[in-house]
Structures are given as C-alpha cells and as structure tokens.
C-alpha cells in the first residue's frame, strides 16, 4: 500500500522547486507535509488566471430596517479564482478570515459533497496536476485543493490579521501542517475546541466536538488581549443573587452551587464565565495572578505579617503598595499561603471575558434557527452563526473586512451583520461559494437576516443592511497571453496600476491633469498606460511631448510607460528616467 503523505524536516532536503525564498527561510527544522501533486500546487495560485467579478445585482434592505453595513460582496464561483480577483482591492487589507471547508469525511450524501469528488473539483485536479492525479487518494485531493486556496487567503490576510479554519479529526493533523508551512509555526495562536458536534460513528468513543484552528498573519502585530462581550450576564447574576439569599453569609455552600450551576449550563452562553465561581458579600468572583510580565518591581509588604511577598521571576505586581493595602481592607485579597496572595476579579465589575479555548453549542441548533429562516432541510449541518459571531467579536473591530471563501449557508455574513447590530460597528462581509445554491440560499438567507422572517409571534426582526452579487467573470488574458479586450480599458487600467503597486487613493482616472492614459504615481514614479484598443501605440518624443508634466507639484524620479512598440533608443530611456513595458507581454500575471 503507498504511502498517502510523508512528512520530511526541512534541515534535510530542499524545497520543492518554486517556493518561495522567504517560505524556505521561515523555520529551517519545521516538519512539512508531501503528497501526491504538491509539486503541482505550490505555485498555481500565481498561474489562476485574473478574472473580473460581473456584478449581477445589488440588495439593501426595506425600509424601517435599521442602519447596517451595505458594502458587502457575494460572489458566485470558484472561491480560488474569486479570491484572486478580490486581490487588487482587498490584499493585505482583510482582518479577519473564517473558512469552514470540506472535512473530507468520505460522505458522499452531503449537499456539499465532503470527499472533493465535486466534478469541478475532479475537473480543476485534471486541469492542475494532470495525469499524476489518476492515482490520488482521498486525502491528496484535498490537501491539493486547500493548498493554493490558503495560499491566495494568505495573500488577501492584513498583517494585523487573523484565520480560523474549522475542521474535524479526518484532516486536522494535515491542516496543522499546511498552515505551518503557508502562515509560520510562529503564528499559530490556538486549536480551540467547538463542542456539541455529536457524530457516533465510533463504537469506543463518541466523538462530540470538532476543531478551530487559529492563525495570525503576523502574531507580533495582533492585540496581546482579546475579549468577547458579557452577554450572559444577566442569568449568572441571577443565579448568584438566589445563592446569596437562600444561604446568607455561608458563602462557601453558595460557592459550591455556584460551580454547580455552571456545570450543569454548560452548553449555554453563561458557561464561559465559569471562572467567576466564588461567592463573596459583594457577589460572584474569580482568584486571578496580581502580577504581570513588565509589571512593577518593588518589595511588597504583607500587612498583615510585614513580611515581603516574593516576586516570581520575570514578573511585576499590576498595583502599588497603597492599592494592595486599600485592596486587603476591603477583603479583596486571598492569602493562600504567607508567601502566596491572589487578588479577587468581581463579575459585576467587568463588561468583558477573557474566552477560553472550547466553544460550547447553544441549547437550540444552529440547523433549527436556520430552518426557521430558509425551510427545513435546505442545507445539513450549517455553522452556528452565535459561535462564529464570538470569534469575530474578539478579533475583529468595528470597520473590519471579513471573509468566508466556503461560504456554504451564509453564517459568516449572519453574524457579521447581528454583531453590528449590538455594537453599532460597520464590519463588511465578502462571501464566495462555488455551489449553485449561492444565490437560491447562501444569498437568500442573508436577504432574509436582512429584512426579517418568520410571522406572528416568531417573527424576528431584520438586522438591515445589504450586499451585492457576483459572479466570477471573465479572464483578463486569453489563452493566448494576450489582452482580453472586451474586458474595457478602464477594468485593465485597473488591473495595471495594481501590479505596478499605485495605492488605491494614488491612482487617476482619465480626466487627470497629466494625461488621459496617466494611471497614478508611487513614491518615486509615475504610471502610464498608453493602450488603445483599435490601434497600436508607440512610445515616442511625440507622445512624451503630450505629457504635461508641469501639473504636477515636482518632477517624477521615474517615469514607467507601457504601449505596444518603442521608437526610443536605450540610451534615451536610462538618461530619462524611463522604464518602457510592452503591451501585452510585460504586464505582470500575479
């Protein structure tokens, strides 16, 4: 039987052909992960060709639906395709990513079929690694269908940004791989745990919980604290008001029901604030560390004794001396030991909770809420839209980017624009779905979200909003390697002053000062596309002389100019300061 992956040390092989420099230089001992057609799909996002996103229609809500964010995208189409065409406007520019692709489970029944035996999968693993694909397995399949789309997700992720991928038990050890070896060992964060997804289809063990796997483009740069809102704290108030009536000052009984309580509601949102499982007389509480790395360095007393508490090595107290003393009198510090203390956190005075790495499901299923907005039966097994609002809740502010590229029923777009309506923030979705139902459901549901369901009294308000609709549309380039006109210029113009790097409040329409073919200017040069459809264009004196530099505030230290031929000799154009590309052959395929 052949082996379906191997995993190999970087210290002793080299790369494979293609990658690249700076992969190579990321971890020189990190395991990594081959199978059958990796060599095919290490470099293919660079080879998908750039396609234009064909707006189909766009949607807001009715009116008397509240103020929501309306700038968002669904497209239609292969999602590799479709996030490369999302490249020019959102590279480097999305915060937060949440994909939950095929598991790969070997099903053949889902309505997203899970062994990425899809005809379009089939055909794209033909097209891509050719006949070495006749001998793929299950798992090199999916291994070279996720490779080039996490590569092109990386490419689309802010450096400030964060992925969560979920996943079960068939490919998360793979996974862990791939995201090593595309975002850095270095910047993985967390494989948190989302329980509730009973599957007993094991006879010694009933597996009920699937994986979360978290990522950040560049930890060094991602907050070093994350929260998720208080929201269920009105029935651990509630709980902890009874305790306190039904057994007085016998605290230490009320604690224990207290913990009690939280274990038995554990599939509930109150059960991540299990940590606060103490009763005092000012109410619920949790016994946190009183010191801090980069705290402060001094010797602090114990009033009680007058001897030093010691300072744990490489730590500071998070308070002065007066507060710890202000702090004892008021009973709010636990002496665990003479030469131990840990300091009281109340329930009551903090809106926020650190989240801790299992996500319980809530008591109604995510399948039950969404039939109730699309119909039963629509879409099996969908992600809980409140589970997935918690994770954009902790990593994701007020004017963020997020984007699902396995957009499946739309959850992602659900809990971008609730969370929106409980903080009044302006997040932006982009959702990509390759099925047929993108539009029939994926969009449906959102329509829906939008604008309200249900009737009489389960009838639930929309959230407001609206997004627009598209689909993956025509390549850029034909096959041939030259430009697919029919495209417009102003859609190549576009494409152009992308690749040469013009940022997007740099870049000029037609009706600039400098010229109708000016595309904008970098730091240090200026941009010219000289293309006409119908004709062939020529860079020379003549041409250079309808430039009408003067306009601008001082002169470019370069100039890049494309157009068909040049009739400038290279001497000319090195003491100019100019940099001639040819149409179509020198405009960059990224």
């Not at 940004?161 to 975002?183: C, K, P, Q, T």
Request: proline share 4%.
């Amino acid at each position: 039987m052949k082996k379906l992956v191997k995993i190999e040390t970087t210290k002793f092989r080299k790369h494979v052909a293609g990658l690249d420099a700076s992969e190579s230089e990321k971890d020189k001992n990190m395991p990594t992960l081959h199978w059958v057609g990796k060599n095919k799909v290490v470099n293919h996002h660079h080879e998908v060709p750039f396609r234009l996103l064909d707006k189909k229609y766009s949607f807001a809500g009715n009116e008397g639906t509240p103020a929501n964010s309306t700038n968002n995208k669904i497209i239609h189409g292969d999602n590799l395709e479709a996030l490369k065409s999302l490249l020019p406007e959102f590279e480097g520019k999305v915060n937060c990513i949440y994909i939950d692709p095929p598991y790969n489970t070997g099903n053949e029944g889902w309505v997203y079929n899970d062994n990425v035996n899809d005809p379009k999968i089939k055909k794209w693993l033909g097209q891509v690694v050719g006949k070495e694909g006749e001998d793929l397995s299950r798992h090199d399949k999916w291994l070279c269908m996720m490779y080039p789309r996490l590569k092109m997700l990386h490419r689309l992720l802010a450096d400030d940004g964060v992925i969560f991928v979920s996943i079960d038990d068939n490919e998360v050890a793979n996974l862990r791989l791939l995201m090593d070896e595309i975002f850095g060992r270095g910047n993985f964060i967390a494989e948190m745990i989302w329980e509730g997804a009973f599957k007993n289809t094991a006879s010694q063990i009933g597996v009920n919980h699937e994986y979360v796997i978290l990522y950040a483009q560049n930890k060094s740069k991602i907050a070093k604290e994350w929260n998720i809102a208080k929201d269920a704290a009105e029935p651990v108030l509630k709980e902890v008001a009874r305790l306190k009536k039904k057994h007085g000052e016998d605290y230490e009984t009320a604690s224990e029901e207290l913990a009690g309580w939280f274990r038995a509601n554990k599939a509930n949102e109150c059960f991540a604030h299990r940590r606060f499982r103490y009763i005092d007389k000012r109410g619920a509480y949790k016994e946190d560390d009183p010191t801090a790395p980069g705290g402060r360095k001094f010797e602090l007393i114990n009033p009680k004794n007058g001897n030093v508490i010691p300072l744990r090595a490489n730590r500071g107290w998070a308070f002065d001396q007066a507060t710890f003393n202000q702090m004892v009198d008021e009973g709010r510090v636990s002496f665990v030991t003479e030469t131990t203390i840990m300091i009281r956190r109340y329930f009551h005075e903090t809106d926020t909770a650190t989240p801790q790495s299992v996500f319980y499901q809530p008591t109604r299923s995510a399948s039950e809420r969404l039939a109730s907005i699309i119909g039963a039966g629509k879409f099996e097994y969908p992600k809980d839209e409140t589970i997935v609002q918690k994770f954009f809740e902790m990593v994701a502010g007020p004017n963020s980017v997020i984007l699902d590229s396995f957009a499946g029923s739309g959850t992602t777009a659900h809990a971008v624009l609730n969370l929106n309506a409980q903080d009044g923030g302006n997040r932006r979705f982009i959702l990509c779905e390759m099925m047929d139902y993108a539009d029939t459901l994926t969009a449906e549901r959102v329509r829906r979200v939008i604008n309200g369901y249900g009737e009489a009294k389960k009838s639930v308000a929309g959230l407001g909003g609206g997004f627009e609709f598209y689909t993956v549309g025509t390549a850029l380039f034909r096959e041939d390697k030259n430009l697919n006109e029919e495209v417009g210029a102003e859609a190549i113009r576009g494409y152009v002053a992308y690749t040469e790097n013009i940022p997007t409040e740099q870049r000029w329409d037609t009706e600039n000062a400098v010229s109708q073919y000016a595309l904008g200017s970098t730091d240090s040069a200026l941009c010219v596309f000289y293309y006409e459809k119908d004709r062939v264009t020529t860079l020379d004196i003549d041409f250079l002389g309808t430039l009408n530099i003067k306009n601008l505030p001082s002169r470019p230290e370069q100039f890049v100019i494309y157009a068909d031929k040049c009739a400038l000799d290279r001497d000319f154009l090195y003491k100019h300061g100019i940099t001639f590309k040819r149409i179509p052959r020198d405009i960059t395929r990224f």
